[in-house]
Protein backbone atom coordinates (compact mmCIF):
# COMPACT_ATOMS: atom_id res chain seq x y z
CA UNK A 1 0.00 0.00 0.00
CA UNK A 2 2.65 2.34 0.66
CA UNK A 3 4.28 1.86 -2.71
CA UNK A 4 0.62 2.90 -4.65
CA UNK A 5 0.87 5.74 -2.12
CA UNK A 6 3.74 6.90 -2.72
CA UNK A 7 3.38 6.21 -6.81
CA UNK A 8 0.01 8.37 -6.59
CA UNK A 9 1.81 10.87 -5.07
CA UNK A 10 4.59 11.46 -7.40
CA UNK A 11 1.59 11.56 -10.29
CA UNK A 12 -0.67 14.34 -8.29
CA UNK A 13 2.09 16.69 -6.55
CA UNK A 14 3.71 17.10 -9.80
CA UNK A 15 0.78 17.64 -11.88
CA UNK A 16 -0.69 20.03 -9.10
CA UNK A 17 2.41 21.65 -9.44
CA UNK A 18 2.24 21.99 -13.12
CA UNK A 19 -1.11 22.95 -13.74
CA UNK A 20 -1.50 25.71 -11.02
CA UNK A 21 2.02 27.12 -12.42
CA UNK A 22 1.26 27.23 -16.21
CA UNK A 23 -2.47 28.47 -15.15
CA UNK A 24 -1.09 31.25 -13.11
CA UNK A 25 1.44 32.07 -15.46
CA UNK A 26 -1.00 32.61 -18.53
CA UNK A 27 -3.63 34.38 -16.36
CA UNK A 28 -0.89 37.06 -15.36
CA UNK A 29 -0.19 37.47 -19.26
CA UNK A 30 -4.15 37.56 -19.96
CA UNK A 31 -4.71 40.41 -16.95
CA UNK A 32 -2.07 42.72 -17.44
CA UNK A 33 0.10 42.71 -20.87
CA UNK A 34 -1.77 43.82 -24.14
CA UNK A 35 -0.40 42.28 -27.24
CA UNK A 36 -1.91 41.68 -30.76
CA UNK A 37 -4.72 38.74 -30.46
CA UNK A 38 -5.13 38.97 -27.00
CA UNK A 39 -8.96 38.87 -27.37
CA UNK A 40 -9.31 36.46 -30.06
CA UNK A 41 -6.73 33.69 -28.29
CA UNK A 42 -8.80 34.56 -24.67
CA UNK A 43 -12.18 33.98 -26.41
CA UNK A 44 -10.51 30.60 -28.79
CA UNK A 45 -9.07 29.13 -25.04
CA UNK A 46 -12.66 29.71 -23.21
CA UNK A 47 -15.13 27.89 -26.19
CA UNK A 48 -12.57 24.62 -25.41
CA UNK A 49 -15.05 25.00 -22.15
CA UNK A 50 -17.86 24.25 -24.91
CA UNK A 51 -16.29 21.12 -26.43
CA UNK A 52 -17.29 17.69 -25.45
CA UNK A 53 -13.39 16.22 -23.64
CA UNK A 54 -11.43 13.74 -26.27
CA UNK A 55 -11.79 10.35 -24.77
CA UNK A 56 -7.91 9.74 -26.15
CA UNK A 57 -6.39 12.29 -27.83
CA UNK A 58 -4.50 9.75 -30.58
CA UNK A 59 -1.97 11.89 -31.91
CA UNK A 60 -0.48 12.61 -28.44
CA UNK A 61 -0.55 8.92 -27.39
CA UNK A 62 1.62 8.46 -30.92
CA UNK A 63 4.00 11.44 -30.22
CA UNK A 64 5.17 9.91 -26.64
CA UNK A 65 5.07 6.58 -27.97
CA UNK A 66 7.63 7.50 -30.17
CA UNK A 67 9.62 9.50 -27.68
CA UNK A 68 10.23 6.32 -25.58
CA UNK A 69 7.52 7.84 -22.65
CA UNK A 70 4.99 5.17 -22.06
CA UNK A 71 4.99 3.32 -19.22
CA UNK A 72 6.40 6.58 -17.53
CA UNK A 73 5.26 8.77 -15.71
CA UNK A 74 6.39 11.97 -18.02
CA UNK A 75 3.03 11.70 -20.21
CA UNK A 76 0.92 12.49 -17.39
CA UNK A 77 3.26 14.73 -15.45
CA UNK A 78 5.47 17.20 -18.40
CA UNK A 79 2.47 18.51 -20.19
CA UNK A 80 0.36 19.75 -17.58
CA UNK A 81 3.74 22.58 -17.48
CA UNK A 82 2.44 24.08 -20.93
CA UNK A 83 -1.11 24.09 -20.89
CA UNK A 84 -3.02 25.98 -17.87
CA UNK A 85 -6.97 24.68 -17.35
CA UNK A 86 -9.25 26.89 -19.14
CA UNK A 87 -11.73 27.24 -16.54
CA UNK A 88 -8.71 28.37 -13.47
CA UNK A 89 -7.00 30.30 -16.28
CA UNK A 90 -10.43 32.40 -16.24
CA UNK A 91 -10.75 32.77 -12.64
CA UNK A 92 -7.11 33.74 -12.03
CA UNK A 93 -7.38 36.33 -14.97
CA UNK A 94 -10.66 37.75 -13.37
CA UNK A 95 -8.99 38.11 -9.93
CA UNK A 96 -5.81 39.45 -11.12
CA UNK A 97 -7.34 42.44 -13.27
CA UNK A 98 -8.75 43.62 -10.05
CA UNK A 99 -5.44 44.37 -9.08
CA UNK A 100 -5.48 48.14 -9.28
CA UNK A 101 -2.97 49.74 -11.64
CA UNK A 102 -2.64 52.24 -9.06
CA UNK A 103 -0.65 49.68 -7.41
CA UNK A 104 1.51 48.31 -10.39
CA UNK A 105 2.26 51.88 -11.25
CA UNK A 106 3.51 53.17 -8.04
CA UNK A 107 5.72 49.67 -7.83
CA UNK A 108 7.27 50.93 -11.07
CA UNK A 109 7.99 53.91 -9.37
CA UNK A 110 10.09 52.11 -6.85
CA UNK A 111 11.93 50.13 -9.54
CA UNK A 112 10.06 47.32 -9.25
CA UNK A 113 10.15 44.81 -12.16
CA UNK A 114 7.52 43.16 -13.58
CA UNK A 115 8.83 39.56 -12.37
CA UNK A 116 8.87 40.90 -9.00
CA UNK A 117 5.38 42.33 -9.26
CA UNK A 118 4.18 39.53 -9.92
CA UNK A 119 6.00 36.92 -7.28
CA UNK A 120 5.54 39.85 -4.54
CA UNK A 121 2.64 41.22 -4.96
CA UNK A 122 0.26 39.67 -7.10
CA UNK A 123 0.88 36.26 -5.86
CA UNK A 124 0.40 36.89 -2.02
CA UNK A 125 -2.77 38.61 -2.79
CA UNK A 126 -3.77 35.39 -4.97
CA UNK A 127 -3.51 33.22 -2.30
CA UNK A 128 -6.81 32.07 -1.65
CA UNK A 129 -8.14 31.77 -4.74
CA UNK A 130 -4.28 29.51 -5.87
CA UNK A 131 -5.25 27.55 -3.02
CA UNK A 132 -8.70 26.88 -3.89
CA UNK A 133 -6.90 26.06 -7.11
CA UNK A 134 -4.82 23.24 -5.88
CA UNK A 135 -7.91 21.85 -3.93
CA UNK A 136 -9.64 21.45 -7.23
CA UNK A 137 -6.89 19.91 -9.24
CA UNK A 138 -5.80 17.72 -6.42
CA UNK A 139 -9.57 16.33 -6.43
CA UNK A 140 -9.99 15.98 -10.40
CA UNK A 141 -6.11 14.19 -10.31
CA UNK A 142 -6.86 12.16 -7.60
CA UNK A 143 -9.74 10.63 -9.23
CA UNK A 144 -8.13 10.29 -12.71
CA UNK A 145 -7.43 6.45 -13.66
CA UNK A 146 -7.85 6.54 -17.32
CA UNK A 147 -4.80 8.60 -18.64
CA UNK A 148 -2.43 6.51 -16.55
CA UNK A 149 -4.53 3.42 -17.58
CA UNK A 150 -3.04 4.41 -20.96
CA UNK A 151 0.23 5.03 -20.23
CA UNK A 152 1.64 3.04 -17.67
CA UNK A 153 1.99 -0.88 -17.80
CA UNK A 154 4.19 -2.36 -14.64
CA UNK A 155 2.10 -2.81 -11.72
CA UNK A 156 4.79 -1.83 -9.60
CA UNK A 157 4.03 2.15 -11.08
CA UNK A 158 0.09 2.07 -10.86
CA UNK A 159 -1.08 4.69 -9.03
CA UNK A 160 -3.58 4.17 -6.43
CA UNK A 161 -6.98 4.63 -8.76
CA UNK A 162 -5.78 1.74 -10.94
CA UNK A 163 -4.93 -0.56 -8.26
CA UNK A 164 -8.14 0.09 -6.44
CA UNK A 165 -10.22 -0.37 -10.04
CA UNK A 166 -8.12 -3.13 -10.22
CA UNK A 167 -9.64 -4.48 -7.06
CA UNK A 168 -13.50 -3.76 -7.83
CA UNK A 169 -13.22 -5.59 -11.17
CA UNK A 170 -11.76 -8.87 -9.21
CA UNK A 171 -14.72 -8.48 -6.72
CA UNK A 172 -17.06 -8.55 -9.66
CA UNK A 173 -15.40 -11.51 -11.56
CA UNK A 174 -15.40 -13.57 -8.46
CA UNK A 175 -18.97 -12.75 -7.69
CA UNK A 176 -19.71 -13.41 -11.33
CA UNK A 177 -17.83 -17.01 -11.17
CA UNK A 178 -18.87 -17.70 -7.80
CA UNK A 179 -21.34 -21.28 -6.57
CA UNK A 180 -24.79 -20.99 -7.07
CA UNK A 181 -25.14 -21.79 -3.29
CA UNK A 182 -27.52 -18.61 -2.81
CA UNK A 183 -25.59 -18.54 0.70
CA UNK A 184 -21.97 -18.55 -1.33
CA UNK A 185 -23.22 -15.66 -3.35
CA UNK A 186 -25.06 -13.87 -0.74
CA UNK A 187 -21.67 -14.02 1.52
CA UNK A 188 -20.12 -12.78 -1.98
CA UNK A 189 -21.89 -9.74 -2.51
CA UNK A 190 -21.43 -8.47 1.23
CA UNK A 191 -17.50 -9.18 1.17
CA UNK A 192 -18.29 -7.05 -2.28
CA UNK A 193 -19.93 -4.48 -0.86
CA UNK A 194 -17.77 -3.98 1.77
CA UNK A 195 -14.74 -3.78 -0.31
CA UNK A 196 -16.56 -1.19 -2.71
CA UNK A 197 -16.97 1.08 0.57
CA UNK A 198 -13.26 0.04 1.95
CA UNK A 199 -11.86 1.44 -1.31
CA UNK A 200 -14.08 4.87 -1.38
CA UNK A 201 -12.21 5.19 2.01
CA UNK A 202 -8.99 4.65 1.25
CA UNK A 203 -9.53 6.85 -1.94
CA UNK A 204 -10.92 9.73 -0.22
CA UNK A 205 -9.13 9.56 3.34
CA UNK A 206 -6.10 11.59 2.08
CA UNK A 207 -8.40 14.73 0.90
CA UNK A 208 -10.22 14.57 4.21
CA UNK A 209 -7.06 15.58 5.63
CA UNK A 210 -5.95 18.25 3.46
CA UNK A 211 -9.07 19.93 3.25
CA UNK A 212 -9.18 21.03 6.49
CA UNK A 213 -5.86 23.09 5.70
CA UNK A 214 -7.48 24.61 2.93
CA UNK A 215 -11.02 25.40 4.49
CA UNK A 216 -9.86 28.97 5.66
CA UNK A 217 -9.20 29.63 2.03
CA UNK A 218 -11.99 27.86 0.31
CA UNK A 219 -14.83 30.44 1.15
CA UNK A 220 -13.04 33.32 0.11
CA UNK A 221 -11.26 32.17 -2.76
CA UNK A 222 -15.34 31.01 -4.20
CA UNK A 223 -16.19 34.05 -3.44
CA UNK A 224 -13.53 36.50 -5.32
CA UNK A 225 -15.28 38.13 -7.94
CA UNK A 226 -19.05 37.65 -6.90
CA UNK A 227 -19.44 40.47 -5.14
CA UNK A 228 -19.48 43.35 -6.12
CA UNK A 229 -19.28 47.34 -4.62
Same mark, same amino acid.
Given at each position: FGVVMLNT???VIPKVIGTVISSVLTAYGFSRFE??????????? +?? !?? &???? /???NVPQFLLFTSWGWVDTYKPLIVPTFFAGEAYFV? +?? !?? &???? /?????????????CSDFKFFSRIVIPLSTPIVAVLCLWVAVSLWNSYFNPM??????DKYPLQLVLRRILLMSQVNLNSS?????V?????????MLKYGTI???????MVIYPFVQKYFVKGVMIGSVKG
Open positions: YKVFIGKKAMFALM +MS !TL &FLPQ /VVLF +ML !TQ &FMRS /VSREMEEAAEMDGIYINSESVDPQIAKNQYLSEIISTLPL
